[in-house]
């Protein structure tokens, strides 16, 4: 069974896939989308979901340090709600504080220049919340 992991933003969407068996995630792409106007680009999403099988999606949610929700969680939730009703698959939502500063400072120490850096840091957002939601499960 392989899972999608969704890093959201306002502006891309990071993507993750799992291997078959559900131990490794990998980073896919990053696609552009365009929040404001509700742009989600559900049909590149449908194309990764029907070419890895995907049978369940993992999206981040940005609680605040303290555990509360704030208006990008509340995003992440209505993105979770429009996911499920489009696919019809079980939408996980999973704590992802400090993903992107995590992916940003990993990719600083592989030497990685900024404007690669900005390319590349929400699929590795997403990799990193696939990795620990797998991670919870094993």
């Known amino acids: 069974m392989r899972i999608l992991g969704l890093d959201l933003g306002t502006k891309t969407l990071g993507v993750a896939v799992s291997d ?4 490794t995630a990998q980073g896919i792409e990053t696609i552009k989308i365009n929040e404001a106007s509700h742009d989600y680009q559900l049909g590149r999403l449908s194309e990764i979901i029907g070419e890895h099988s995907v049978e369940k999606i993992v999206l981040g949610i940005p609680k605040n ?4 929700l704030g208006p990008r969680a509340e995003a992440s939730q209505h993105f979770a709600q429009l ?3 489009k696919f019809q698959l079980p939408v996980i939502l999973w704590d992802e504080r400090l993903t992107t500063m995590a992916a940003e400072r990993m990719l600083i120490s592989a030497d990685v220049s ?4 900005k390319q590349v840091i929400d ?6 919340i696939l990795q ?3 991670d919870s499960l094993n």
Do not use: D, I, P, Q
């Open 132 to 134: 620990g939601y797998l």
């Open 20 to 23: 078959e068996l559900g131990w």
């Open 83 to 85: 996911l499920e009703k």
């Open 123 to 128: 699929k590795m957002a997403a990799v990193m």
């Open 114 to 117: 900024r404007k690669k850096r």
């Open 65 to 68: 340090m303290n555990g509360t």
